[in-house]
């Protein structure tokens, strides 16, 4: 799939790459701090804009295909996929509401 930023096309990643290329970076350095070159405790500006708890990502970024199988999204996402796929169950619905819903505060 393309990456759009612009969330013009249908079928697209919803963010650019150079945001994706910096949260892959910036995942990295977070999951190893022992290596030469690890990042500041800053938060990468995708997970801020899709409002994703950096905690959580980092947690299930360890476990990313484990904990989500096939698709990665919002539960309402992972639903909607269901819908189109014609099936009763996805793995990762868990994930997803740890990731991407926000808790009380």
Request: some cysteine; glycine content about 6%.
């Given at each position: 799939?393309?990456?759009?930023?612009?969330?013009?096309?249908?079928?697209?990643?919803?963010?650019?790459?150079?945001?994706?290329?910096e949260?892959?970076?910036?995942?990295?350095?977070?999951?190893?701090?022992?290596?030469?070159?690890?990042?500041?405790?800053?938060?990468?500006?995708?997970?801020?804009?899709?409002?994703?708890?950096?905690?959580?990502?980092?947690?299930?970024?360890?476990?990313?295909?484990?904990?989500?199988?096939?698709?990665?999204?919002?539960?309402?996402?992972?639903?909607?996929?269901?819908?189109?796929?014609?099936t009763?169950?996805?793995?990762?619905?868990?994930?997803?509401?740890?990731?991407?819903?926000?808790?009380?505060a």
């Amino acid at each position: 799939m393309p990456f759009d930023a612009t969330a013009r096309l249908k079928a697209a990643i919803p963010f650019g790459f150079d945001d994706y290329l910096e949260l892959v970076e910036s995942t990295g350095r977070c999951l190893r701090p022992d290596r030469r070159g690890a990042i500041s405790e800053k938060t990468p500006r995708l997970l801020q804009r899709l409002n994703i708890d950096p905690e959580h990502f980092l947690t299930c970024a360890n476990r990313l295909m484990t904990a989500f199988g096939s698709a990665i999204g919002t539960p309402a996402h992972l639903t909607q996929l269901c819908v189109q796929r014609q099936t009763k169950f996805l793995h990762g619905m868990r994930a997803a509401r740890t990731v991407f819903e926000q808790k009380a505060a």
